[in-house]
């Protein structure tokens, strides 16, 4: 099976006319917006409702890609979301380090969620450099090993007597007010993608909706061609 990463660079200019003129510009609508400016992490989360709703708060947000660590590598999005991995890109890693390694590399800063008193308040954190938001597991959270490779702490402020949320919640708060603030302050061509990789994305959605996608391009693509 092709991975994404192979697919033809002109995947949606051969197959988009099979779908609705009203479902193509939703799905053009949709890439416009997508940023990688800022990706969601998730170490060893295993509610299931939980990881559907981090899911789906990221696609709802426009953010378009999620890493996983999984040491026991049993990460299932779970029946909730489905219809929402298509439109993500998910990356699974076996440990914080592989993780933070692969984060480094694509230029990221490490933000880990935590409610402790030295945290940077949510709404104050910087947010012009690309931003890897890290929430750990639902009762150990943040693994120490995340320790040298996390750049800043941060925590949502609360009014309440209560002084934590569900992990779902504080990342669908935290994705809503970081995507809002970035697409804010820093130029449009930093935040969103560029063309290119818009016509890639749109591609990308079309082969995971399509799963005859390949002997349909190559016989549009034929008839292109003569």
Not at 98 to 126: K, S
Request: aromatic share 8%; hydrophobic share 40%; charged share 20%.
């Amino acid at each position: 099976m092709s991975s994404d990463k192979d697919l033809p660079e002109d995947l949606w200019d051969i197959l988009s006319p099979r779908l609705t003129e009203e479902r193509r510009v939703r799905m053009t609508e949709v890439a416009a917006a997508r940023t990688r400016h800022l990706c969601l992490v998730m170490q060893d989360i295993y509610h299931p409702h939980n990881i559907s709703a981090c899911l789906r708060s990221a696609e709802a947000f426009g953010v378009q890609d999620i890493h996983v660590v999984d040491s026991s590598e049993s990460f299932k999005a779970g029946k909730t979301a489905r219809g929402v991995t298509d439109w993500l890109n998910i990356e699974t890693h076996t440990s914080p380090k592989a993780c933070a390694e692969a984060l480094n590399q694509r230029g990221y800063v490490i933000l880990a969620g935590i409610p402790a008193q030295d945290a940077i308040p949510l709404h104050q954190l910087p947010v012009e450099q690309p931003m890897a938001l890290l929430f750990g597991n639902e009762h150990a959270g943040i693994s120490p090993e995340w320790g040298p490779w996390i750049q800043r702490y941060f925590t949502i402020p609360m009014q309440g007597m209560v002084q934590s949320l569900n992990i779902s919640v504080s990342a669908a708060i935290c994705l809503h007010s970081l995507s809002r603030s970035a697409s804010m302050k820093i130029k449009p061509e930093q935040y969103t993608l560029s063309k290119a990789e818009q016509n890639q994305l749109l591609g990308q959605w079309l082969s995971r909706q399509i799963p005859s996608w390949k002997g349909e391009y190559h016989f549009r693509k034929s008839r292109t061609d003569i």
